[in-house]
């Protein structure tokens, strides 16, 4: 596989369910970012890991907790979710030497997971 | 702080006229921007990005977009519309230095026959 993937594609859960997305980069990349794509509302950045230190949290609740083993993998684990959490949840890699969300670097995005949150 | 403002939540064209997205943006620095189109059920590609170079930008698939900075837009056009362009449109901005990508709340775009 090329690119950037994630599994699962689509998931439903419910709120008690503890669930992980991964996401995977075949770029050789060293930065990966999680973000959230909720209707009507633009793309909101959750997590920034580069190298895999994490360098950007953007206040998100406790109940999304990322995880980056290495550079190529990156999970986003998930309890007790609400219903408004339901979106499409993205992830991206990108070539980023300065140890931070360098926005000049281009950032590659996989096709996402569907979140349903009954 | 920077911001980015796409004017047009929906914009629909016939195949074969020309493509206009309009992005205005704010920024404290020298910004590099970015327009990004998401097709339905994928993940974002990058079409263009301006980066302090020329400021008129090609893209892929005959996007281009060109750099005004004294009316602060960045809008997105391409002269003949094909049906595979129907899609969501997104105008990104980042100031120059350690800060995240800005994305706007994007344009969809509809290609009629």
């Known amino acids: 596989e090329t690119g950037v993937t994630q599994t699962p594609r689509h998931l439903v859960m419910g709120m008690t369910n503890k669930k992980s997305l991964k996401c995977e980069q075949h770029?050789?990349?060293?930065?990966m970012y999680w973000y959230k794509q909720s209707a009507k509302k633009p793309l909101e950045l959750m997590f920034v890991?580069?190298?895999?230190?994490?360098?950007e949290n953007n206040s998100v609740p406790s109940r999304f907790s990322p995880e980056c083993p290495n550079s190529s993998h990156l999970f986003l684990h998930l309890h007790t979710l609400q219903p408004e959490d339901s979106a499409l949840y993205l992830c991206?890699?990108?070539?980023?030497?300065?140890?931070?969300?360098?926005?000049?670097?281009?950032?590659?995005f996989g096709p996402g997971t569907r979140l349903t949150v009954l | 702080a920077q911001s980015v403002t796409q004017l047009d939540s929906h914009v629909s064209v016939s195949e074969g006229t020309p493509v206009l997205l309009r992005c205005n943006y704010s920024s404290s620095y020298s910004p590099s921007l970015f327009w990004y189109v998401q097709h339905p059920n994928k993940g974002l590609q990058l079409l263009l990005k301006y980066t302090s170079a020329a400021t008129l930008v090609k893209g892929i698939n005959g996007f281009e977009a060109e750099f005004k900075k004294s009316e602060t837009s960045f809008h997105l056009t391409k002269p003949s519309a094909h049906m595979s362009d129907a899609a969501e449109y997104f105008c990104?901005?980042?100031?120059?230095?350690?800060?995240?990508?800005?994305f706007g709340k994007g344009t969809r775009l509809s290609v009629i026959a």
């Open positions: 770029l050789g990349h060293n930065a």
């Open positions: 890991y580069n190298f895999k230190e994490q360098t």
């Open positions: 990104v901005v980042s100031d120059s230095g350690n800060t995240p990508l800005v």
């Open positions: 991206a890699s990108s070539q980023d030497p300065s140890g931070g969300a360098l926005g000049t670097d281009t950032q590659y």
